[in-house]
């Protein structure tokens, strides 16, 4: 058994309570923003953004149809790959014809995700399209995004927990936690 699988982080930055605080307050800013809004649809982006999705959703006080979008550029590494795979993308498109999209994502980090998805967002010809985020790295973006609810910002190391994953595991971590050197 190798350290990493002892204790695969080194320290934690955002604790479970500290997450459940900011879920909420996310929740209450959408309520406000969607107060009285139909037509709303949430594209969560899988996998990262599955817990958050489903614990921010819950919250929420307005009509939501909820799809998902799988998006991959890591593959297993903790750098981007630069290149962004989008599946079940073809399916979507004609659902998103005229409905009030919020795009729901773990993290913003290079940009290079929510950019390729915002991108083919904007050729599905939604009404309108919000963008929550629940952490955004502090650096210098390789794609400048509009974030319109963003949780918290952290330091730039590699994370993982609250759906956040390094090479497919410890998602299930109830905090966010800096993934051990
Ligand atoms: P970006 O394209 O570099 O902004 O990163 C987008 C995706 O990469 C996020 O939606 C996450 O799924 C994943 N990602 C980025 N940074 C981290 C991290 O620190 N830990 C785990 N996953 C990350
Ligand atoms: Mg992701």
């Known amino acids: 058994m190798t ?3 002892s204790k695969p982080y080194e320290r934690i930055l955002i604790s479970a ?3 459940a605080q900011t879920v909420k307050r996310l929740a209450s800013e959408l309520n406000t923003a969607y107060a009285d809004t ?3 649809l949430a594209l969560v982006i899988l996998e990262g953004a599955r817990i958050f999705a489903s614990d921010l959703l819950g919250q929420v006080h ?3 149809q909820v799809e998902y979008l799988s998006a991959s550029s890591y593959r297993g590494t903790t750098q981007s790959s630069g290149s962004i795979r989008l599946q079940g993308h073809l399916d979507l498109a004609r ?3 005229g409905r009030k ?3 729901i994502d773990d993290i913003y980090d290079t940009g290079l995700t929510l950019a390729a998805v915002q991108d083919w967002l904007g050729i599905c010809g939604p009404a309108d399209v919000k963008t929550c985020v629940l952490l955004e790295k502090e ?3 390789q794609k400048q995004i509009s974030i319109d609810f963003l949780g918290l910002s952290i330091e730039d190391c590699f994370v993982i ?3 956040l994953d390094y090479q497919g595991r410890f998602r299930d971590l109830p905090f966010i936690a800096a993934l051990a050197q």
Do not use: S
């Open 3 to 5: 350290a990493r699988d």
């Open 17 to 19: 309570e500290r997450l």
């Open 38 to 40: 139909d037509n709303v």
């Open 62 to 64: 307005f009509p939501v």
């Open 95 to 97: 659902k998103l014809r």
């Open 101 to 103: 999209v919020l795009l």
């Open 139 to 141: 650096i210098t973006h």
């Open 161 to 163: 927990g609250y759906g």
